[in-house]
């Protein structure tokens, strides 16, 4: 029995890591990538597809796929547009267009 309860909460932790969403497994806070978002990355998308410029991420040829990718291409446009960001803001922006747009699975 002495081992049963030292084995059952890390079972626990396991079986709650199993049902945690996309969105908990990303590091980033999704509330502050949706600030950094509409002041560094809108207005480009913006002039290319008009409207709120999410059409970028919803174009049917869109390149974003996987989360990996989707962590690739936003540090690709961040140093080439915005590269005083921190990581940790890096992290804000996967969560935010994650949540809001792409909703891609996150490998556990
Ligand atoms: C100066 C213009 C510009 C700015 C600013 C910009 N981007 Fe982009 N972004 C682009 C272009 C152009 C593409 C399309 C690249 C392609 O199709 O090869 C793109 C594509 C993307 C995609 C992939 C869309 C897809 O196809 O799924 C993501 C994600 C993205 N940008 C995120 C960001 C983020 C986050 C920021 C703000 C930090 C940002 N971008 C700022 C020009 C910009």
Redo the contacts with the bound molecule.
Sequence with gaps: MKLAKQILPGLWLILLAGTASADELLAGNPESGQQ??AQ??T???TQ?FGGDGSG??S?PD???NSIEA?MG??AF??K???PQ?TSAQVDD?VSY?NQQHYHLEVAK
């Design positions: 950094l978002h560094y990355c207005s480009c998308h290319q970028m991420y174009r869109r390149r974003v989707l291409q936003v446009c961040v080439n547009t915005a960001l922006l267009l």
